[in-house]
């Protein structure tokens, strides 16, 4: 049996059904993302886990026991919050001793726990600190060693850096994974950030409307996305079906619903024609309709009859801009294709 499995966990608030009857399983020492936009179970699915909500029906085990009716201070679950959620009279240490404190640990055996945990968020220095003389992230990083302090079975991260800016969220990416392959230890993490959640998990668990709709490594999920919103959701696919292709290309296809990525396709300028003629693939012809620069990416939006693809290019030294208004043939490599459920 996996280290937490939960089988047929259903939840609904008044009429309102938030989780489907959901199965999962997470090994021990597993970094498990789970994805979807807002209102689709996700953060629902953790707080039952940590026992802040109660499922109706199903079970939850941790290590083989059943903690489905457990109060939350007898889960042996940690959480750490999106909103930090700090004590503000409380200096850093003390924030983080909180928890050894409501457990009588002695004293010694909470400041070696404390320094150790300190160390490990890299907050040397901060010990005498209050909260509103710190950073965001450092706020959150005191929120961290409070949660992995009490050495938790489990621990539980509801979009805890979607409140911070670009760089130090990256940065804390970075330091959080590390730590968790450090202490080897089970984090199930939800975030909608498509991009942070390839960054940081062994697997990604996809949600949508309180179901779990597809499953597996970052790049199996990018690279094979199960039906038309996770692909959609997961990496600017453009989907078309078999008609429309039928329709810009005039060749049969397969019946179905297709996902094609944005960066495997390739534009070619009139100038370009007589050399990429005889390359295979599906050919359309279109016009540039919008460029957007994506820092190492150049995003086209390219308008085909009545269809809008996007195509993405490494925005590279040397490599030529093409104009918006620009008359374009565009090559979709036979391998691009994805056949969607």
Not at 42 to 54: D, N, P, Q, V
Not at 69 to 87: D, K, T, W
Request: glycine residues 8%.
């Amino acid at each position: 049996m996996s280290y937490v499995q939960i089988d047929q966990a259903f939840k609904q608030f008044g009429k309102s059904v938030v989780l489907q009857q959901v199965c999962l399983s997470v090994e021990k020492g597993e970094f498990v993302t789970l994805l979807g936009p807002s209102g689709c179970g996700k953060s629902t699915l953790l707080r039952c886990i940590a026992g802040l909500e109660t499922i109706d029906s199903g079970t939850i085990r941790v290590n083989g026991k059943d903690i489905s009716q457990l109060p939350p201070q007898r889960r042996n679950v940690g959480m750490v919050f999106q909103s930090y959620a700090l004590f503000p009279n409380m200096t850093v240490f003390d924030n983080i001793a909180f928890g050894l404190k409501m457990k009588k640990l002695a004293r010694e055996q909470i400041t070696a726990k404390v320094n150790q945990a300190i160390e490990l968020v890299h907050l040397c220095g901060k010990e005498l600190s209050y909260p509103h003389q710190l950073s965001g992230g450092q706020q959150q990083r005191v929120a961290l060693a409070r949660a992995l302090v009490t050495e938790p079975d489990i621990l539980l991260l509801d979009e805890p850096l979607s409140a911070l800016d670009a760089k130090i969220r990256k940065s804390l990416q970075t330091d959080l994974r590390s730590i968790q392959r450090d202490l080897k230890m089970t984090m199930i993490f939800v975030t909608h950030d498509q991009e942070e959640a390839m960054t940081i998990s062994d697997r990604i668990l996809v949600m949508n409307g309180g179901n779990i709709v597809q499953q597996g490594k970052p790049e199996h999920i990018y690279a094979s996305p199960k039906n038309e919103f996770v692909a959609r959701f997961i990496g600017s696919y453009n989907v078309l079906t078999d008609r429309d292709l039928i329709r810009l290309t005039g060749h049969s296809i397969r019946p179905g619903t297709y996902a094609i990525r944005p960066e495997v396709m390739e534009l070619y300028p009139n100038g370009e024609e007589h050399s990429s003629s005889q390359r295979q693939g599906l050919w359309l012809e279109g016009v540039i309709s919008s460029i957007t620069v994506r820092g190492n990416v150049r995003r086209y939006q390219v308008r085909t009859q009545d269809v809008i693809l996007t195509i993405d290019e490494l925005n590279v030294p040397h490599k030529v801009v093409l104009d918006e208004g620009l008359f374009i043939r565009v090559r979709i490599p036979d391998e691009a294709y994805t056949l969607l459920a």
